[in-house]
């Protein structure tokens, strides 16, 4: 199910309460938390007039801009960019659960607006399940709207399944930047998406009498008036006809609409949504500790060739040479020699290739304050500039690719026009590996 910002009659922005949690430890010294203090700036400079919003900076203690949410007014926000250059200082360990627990108790109270929480962290913690419960417990449904929790990781020593559950578990969204060099973009979309939400608490009806249903996200996240909201699901039964969709309008308002039921023919819809349903479910198993579900990820990252957290990519390598029919004329009497059927009964060699996935954090390199982009191993430059580009080529087209008739018409490419799309991007990629070429070939010679 595609929820796009137009299915909101009313495009009415909610009002904000806002609080920014900044990780200040030592690890983030240096282009992260300057990328970080970049965003926050323009950030800030989106807040209306009628918001509210309120700063903490944490390490191992909790800095706050004021006791009390502040209007965004222009001069409340200046204090705030002066605080910002005194206090964002990188030193010292990494406490999550302190500032997240003070600014949920500052956001209970909010009245008339959306609260939202920016979670910004590179580092692991210890007691990443426990603050996952006391969220859970915290932020019920109920009829009012709770604090929307927005994650972003930096790196990747921190733990990024405990931020998309922590997303998950209150209607936010989680943003990531994997390399140093789009943090302060990814961060900037992130807060975006959360500054613009048209449609809240969620719920879909009519769902309750399949056999079985399972929906990803299990929570709803608030629609944005900048991008589509995606929720996809698995089930078993008479689907129905035509779902309700309900929620909050930006004046607190209800909203219902009815979506009608269309058929995707020919659309492979368990590998578009396969990468959600499986990050989704790897946070939950990491979660709930749950080995069945583990298991379950495994056979649907099999069935649907999308890699995760507990499967592996390997390449099996055969010679063909030694597997060709023999030709007609050869003689009944003529045997192979002892050195040939040696390589014929070889068993195909396999090379187990490394675990491509993101991980569940790292204590130690947090505990020693390690900064993100310092991860060991790392590969050769020239392999991580073409990979650099090629990614950066590959999620571009992915943001442009979203809506149902381009997967539709990609689906119904033939197989010279895939070669030729595949050539394509290979080549734009290849444009990242230039300058690094020259600077390693050409270094000191002329021409």
Excluded at 40 to 46: E, F, I
Excluded at 174 to 182: E, I, W
Excluded at 314 to 330: F, H, L, M, Q
Excluded at 391 to 418: A, F
Aim: with cysteine; hydrophobic share 35%.
């Amino acid at each position: 199910m595609c929820l796009l910002p137009g299915t909101a009659k009313s495009r009415k922005v909610f009002k904000k309460d806002v609080i920014f949690i900044v990780d200040i430890s030592k690890s983030m010294q240096g282009k992260p938390l300057e990328d970080t203090k970049n965003a926050l700036a323009v950030a800030l400079s989106k807040l209306d007039p009628g918001d509210s919003f309120n700063i903490i900076a944490f390490n191992g203690e909790t800095y706050l801009f004021s006791t009390s949410m502040e209007l965004a007014t222009k001069e409340a926000v200046e204090r705030a960019h002066q605080w910002i250059g005194i206090n964002f200082i990188a030193g010292g360990s990494t406490n999550i659960c302190a500032p997240l627990t003070k600014a949920v108790e500052m956001l209970t109270n909010s009245r008339g607006s959306i609260p939202i929480i920016f979670l910004v962290t590179d580092g692991a913690v210890e007691d990443e399940r426990q603050i996952c419960d006391a969220m859970k417990s915290r932020l019920t449904n109920g009829g009012s709207i709770c604090p929307r929790i927005y994650t972003f990781g930096i790196g990747s020593y921190c733990n990024h399944y405990f931020l998309r559950m922590l997303a998950m578990i209150s209607r936010g969204y989680y943003g990531a930047a994997y390399d140093l060099d789009s943090i302060e973009i990814q961060m900037q979309k992130l807060f975006t998406r959360g500054f613009s939400s048209v449609l809240a608490n969620i719920a879909i009806d009519t769902l309750k009498d399949l056999d079985e249903f399972e929906m990803y996200p299990s929570r709803i996240p608030d629609l944005s008036s900048e991008s589509p909201l995606i929720v996809s699901g698995r089930y078993q039964g008479k689907f129905p006809d035509t779902l309700k969709a309900k929620g909050f309008l930006g004046d607190l308002s209800n909203f219902v609409v009815e979506l009608k039921l269309q058929l995707a023919k020919d659309l492979p819809l368990d590998r578009i949504c396969a990468k959600q349903q499986i990050d989704l479910l790897t946070a939950q198993a990491w979660f709930s500790e749950d080995k069945r579900l583990e298991e379950k990820v495994s056979k649907m990252s099999v069935q649907t060739g999308v890699l995760c957290e507990y499967t592996r990519m390997i390449i099996v390598e055969t010679d063909e040479r030694n597997n060709a029919s023999e030709s007609p004329g050869t003689k009944k009497g003529s045997k192979k020699s002892d050195h040939q059927k040696i390589l014929d009964s070889e068993v195909p060699k396999t090379i187990m290739l490394q675990n491509l996935g993101i991980g569940f954090g790292d204590l130690t390199a947090t505990a020693e304050n390690f900064p993100p982009g310092s991860e060991i191993p790392k590969l050769p430059e020239v392999a991580e500039i073409f990979v650099k580009a090629a990614s950066n080529c590959c999620s571009t087209l992915g943001n442009k690719c979203c809506c149902l008739c381009c997967i539709e018409c990609c689906n119904k490419l033939n197989d010279q026009c895939v070669i030729v799309l595949t050539q394509l991007c290979t080549a734009l990629a290849c444009f990242g590996c230039f300058e690094c070429c020259s600077n390693l070939c050409c270094c000191g010679q002329d021409g």
